[in-house]
């Protein structure tokens, strides 16, 4: 008698692959996730942590990091299914859990994004991925996450740590649900039309604007770290930026929900603008001020990462190119020359210029998509037939589209950025007290980045006496040493990064 057939991936019944399931769409998607997490963790950590100043190093990677994991807890309790759950209003989808074995095993899908006709018939069904609900919650909690970790770049160097606490999790559900849903989920701008190919809006503009509304109500840093608040580690920084380059692949690459075409058309174009961004904006710097600066090549290359987003997998690759070349200079020129003519943006404390970097160039990537996206690629992606941009037979409503969707996501977060704001205000301090600013990681955390001899600390003058006897045969050349050190007053060094 026959042995019967051992299990195995591929025996005839598998109850862990149902018929809707594509292992190809899951593991690409799953990988995408991971990449834009990397993007934040330990990417932005590792670049907050280092373009700082030295004694802001552990705060500002400790705000992106607590970013992250309140953003996790607070999108499987509630969040997931209000950015893309079924629909409660225009602008918001119903709150529930994303917890239960039931929910997060079933097919994903998109409740809202079912399209209907006048008559109620149906037009367009609703979107639904070959891949179960769980790895939809993860991806789309990596896009919010890094939302609100790009945020706190606005307020580095002198939020009160436990204000960030109470905000965070308030803005994750009262902005950011509403640009996601409005956008992705099916609320009113997805059917109306509006093109937000991966996040130049939901993500970047909305960053953006809500970091610079939140900075100008939390005030600035001390003038001393305003004027000077050079990078404590030059190096680092790069390599937070190489991640979060690289981690862009995720990010626009897992825009479509498969491994398609647009998917692979967004992952070359994200590379070719960031490079192409880059170059100008290096190009400019040696221009107007006779050398390429470090920290200007990694501004250029994230305006050119951000401008692409909006429709990386939706226009040519030599318009991605144009797009990197409008994102290296209009942010520019916003940054080094409008910054310094207006009132309002120079006294705005945005410490990381994520209003210039990510705002701008969120807009400006919105605005030539309207004006870029193939007939084509949109028929790929684009629930509504017939969509494409200006320069190819869209005329001027797809840009004014663009224009309104922008209008309400910049309305929306300066209103309830603000509110949000002023209740936490009622609640804990906004802002550091000046000493605390003074003093920076060991006032607000009590630790310090780098444990470097000397950094704060006397030189004992009597410790390891022995070793040094030995190491100089007698202790009459390492006493001369000591005494002319302490009659001197240089009893330590302090490092300043």
């Not at 996450?145 to 009160?160: E, F, H, K, P, Y």
């Not at 050119?304 to 429709?311: D, I, R």
Request: charged fraction near 10%; aromatic fraction near 10%; proline fraction near 5%.
């Amino acid at each position: 008698m026959a042995a019967p057939p051992q299990p195995g991936p591929y025996a005839p019944d598998l109850p862990a692959v149902p018929a809707w399931l594509n292992k190809g769409d899951n593991a690409w998607q799953l990988t995408a996730a991971t990449f834009v997490g990397i993007q934040s963790m330990p990417g932005l950590v590792v670049l907050y942590g280092s373009i700082v100043k030295k004694k802001w190093a552990v705060n500002s990677a400790f705000m992106a990091m607590y970013a992250y994991a309140s953003t996790l807890i607070v999108w499987v309790l509630v969040g997931f299914r209000m950015a893309f759950g079924d629909r409660l209003l225009p602008f918001w989808g119903k709150a529930g859990p994303a917890l239960a074995e039931g929910f997060l095993t079933a097919r994903a899908s998109f409740p809202a994004t079912a399209r209907h006709g006048a008559d109620g018939a149906l037009v367009a069904p609703r979107t639904e991925p070959y891949y179960p609900e769980v790895t939809l919650v993860l991806f789309e909690f990596e896009m919010a996450a890094i939302t609100l970790v790009l945020l706190a770049g606005s307020l580095l160097g002198r939020m009160n740590i436990r204000a960030w606490m109470a905000f965070t999790p308030l803005w994750l559900l009262l902005s950011y649900t509403i640009c996601a849903f409005s956008l992705w989920g099916g609320g009113f701008l997805y059917q109306w039309g509006v093109i937000d190919y991966s996040g130049g809006y939901v993500v970047h503009l909305s960053s953006g604007v809500a970091g610079f509304t939140a900075a100008y109500w939390v005030g600035p840093r001390l003038k001393s770290d305003r004027e000077r608040f050079a990078p404590n580690n030059i190096l680092l920084m790069i390599a937070g930026g190489g991640l979060l380059w690289l981690g862009w692949a995720g990010f626009n690459g897992g825009a479509p929900y498969a491994p398609n075409i647009t998917a692979s058309v967004a992952v070359l174009n994200t590379n070719v603008s960031a490079a192409t961004s880059l170059l100008t904006w290096t190009c400019l710097d040696v221009i107007f001020f006779g050398k390429p600066s470090v920290i200007g090549a990694v501004q250029g290359m994230m305006t050119g990462l951000v401008c692409v987003t909006a429709g990386a997998g939706l226009v040519h690759t030599w318009a991605a190119i144009l797009m990197g070349v409008c994102a290296g200079s209009v942010p520019w020129v916003t940054m080094m020359i409008l910054h310094k003519r207006s009132a309002l943006l120079q006294k705005v404390d945005d410490t990381l210029a994520v209003f210039h970097t990510h705002a701008v160039a969120g807009l400006l990537g919105g605005v030539l998509t309207g004006l870029l996206a193939t007939p084509d690629l949109m028929a790929l992606h684009s629930h509504l037939p017939g969509a494409r941009g200006a320069f190819y037979g869209g005329g001027v409503a797809q840009v004014g589209k663009q224009l309104g969707g922008a209008l309400f996501v910049i309305a929306w977060n300066v209103v309830v950025t603000t509110g949000i704001i002023l209740a936490v205000a009622l609640v804990v301090p906004l802002r550091m007290p000046d000493e605390q600013l003074r003093i920076g990681d060991d006032a607000a955390h009590g630790e310090e980045a780098y444990a470097l001899w000397g950094d704060g600390e006397r030189f004992d003058l009597t410790r390891n006496e022995a070793a040094r006897t030995g190491a100089w045969g007698n202790g009459v050349r390492e006493e001369t040493v000591d005494h002319r050190l302490a009659g001197t007053g240089a009893r330590g060094l302090t490092i300043q990064l």
